[in-house]
């Protein structure tokens, strides 16, 4: 049981009624937020965000709640690793408090959505232009889109399938491509009933890419996101995304739509988005922002989809 979180204001809101504004979580509140996240069915939050954010050591919330019944009615989330805070959450009052409380002298980080966007450059004298990309269809026609591009299978194996030493081979991979150790988060995340990933053994016995997917929202949704893909070559990257397809979320959901969400000016954006855009309609989905310039360690050529997962940025 969480210990019950200080209180930092309290307010009338009309048609609401009393307010109150936690430095922290109740068991409560983190279940109707990942009920709220599910039911807004934002395309950039898999299963794996809304499960993990709740119990890793990274995590920093504020929240406010209905003071009668202690039910949700907003939060910002955030998470403090590798000199970064990587944001998210509504609420202007929420987002005063939790700007308060971000560690002075080091780069704030946002994916924002479109229409909130002109609010952090105003508020917080946001900056940055790189842009989000959703490419969104049925599975079978996204197996159908890059077959021709996969003109040589190379065997790809389920993460679930690897042995303590081909997986220990994953977690070297990850880190040589996004510069950062993400070792504890991507065995919770691959630890979770509904994720599943892929890599690529190359002749040489190491990994050439690496892959995963769970589903964004409720089952009824029939959504499944694909994130991330880093991989050395399109090939590779696109024989890792149909064995996601095919063997994870098309097995287990035959009306699944999956959607892959490609950032600008990386090997994605050159290779797969042209691919994919001769088919599906491209929609910009989000855009990063960040309070001053910092210098990312991702490998951007080998990055074909990044995971943009709050529980340990990447890209």
């Given at each position: 049981m969480l210990p019950e979180p200080p209180i930092f204001k309290e307010t009338y809101v009309v048609g609401v009624g009393e307010v109150e504004f936690l430095d922290g979580p109740t068991e409560k509140l983190w279940k109707q937020w990942n009920d709220q996240i599910a039911i807004e069915a934002w395309s950039g939050d898999d299963v794996s965000m809304r499960t993990l954010t709740p119990i890793l050591p990274t995590t920093r919330c504020v929240f406010a709640r209905r003071k009668d019944t202690g039910d949700y009615l907003g939060a910002v989330t955030w998470n403090e690793y590798d000199g970064y805070t990587f944001i998210g959450g509504v609420g202007r009052v929420l987002w005063d408090r939790a700007t308060d409380r971000w560690p002075a002298g080091q780069p704030h980080i946002l994916r924002a959505v479109a229409e909130m966007e002109p609010y952090y450059r105003r508020r917080n004298g946001m900056i940055g232009e790189q842009n989000l990309i959703m490419y969104m269809d049925h599975w079978r026609k996204f197996c159908d889109y890059l077959e021709p591009e996969a003109f040589y299978y190379?065997?790809?194996?389920?993460?679930?399938?690897?042995?303590?030493?081909?997986?220990?081979?994953?977690?070297?991979?990850?880190?040589?491509?996004?510069?950062?150790?993400?070792?504890?988060?991507?065995?919770?995340?691959?630890?979770?009933?509904?994720?599943?990933?892929?890599?690529?053994f190359g002749d040489d016995g190491n990994i050439w890419g690496m892959a995963s997917v769970g589903p964004t929202d409720r089952p009824d949704d029939h959504r499944w996101k694909i994130s991330p893909i880093y991989a050395e070559t399109l090939p590779a990257a696109a024989s890792l995304a149909i064995r996601m397809e095919k063997n994870w979320?098309?097995?287990?959901?035959?009306?699944?739509?999956?959607?892959?969400?490609?950032?600008?000016?990386?090997?994605?954006?050159?290779?797969?988005?042209?691919?994919?855009?001769?088919?599906?309609?491209?929609?910009k989905v989000g855009v990063t922002l960040y309070n001053r310039n910092y210098y990312n360690p991702i490998r951007l050529h080998n990055l074909y989809v990044p995971h943009n997962n709050s529980g340990h940025f990447d890209a």
């Open positions: 190379l065997d790809t194996t389920l993460v679930s399938e690897l042995n303590p030493k081909q997986f220990q081979k994953l977690l070297d991979f990850d880190k040589y491509m996004t510069g950062r150790d993400r070792s504890e988060f991507l065995r919770l995340h691959f630890g979770l009933e509904k994720t599943e990933g892929a890599v690529v979320a098309g097995s287990q959901d035959d009306h699944a739509h999956v959607l892959v969400q490609i950032l600008d000016l990386t090997r994605g954006d050159f290779e797969l988005g042209p691919v994919l855009a001769k088919h599906v309609k491209p929609h």
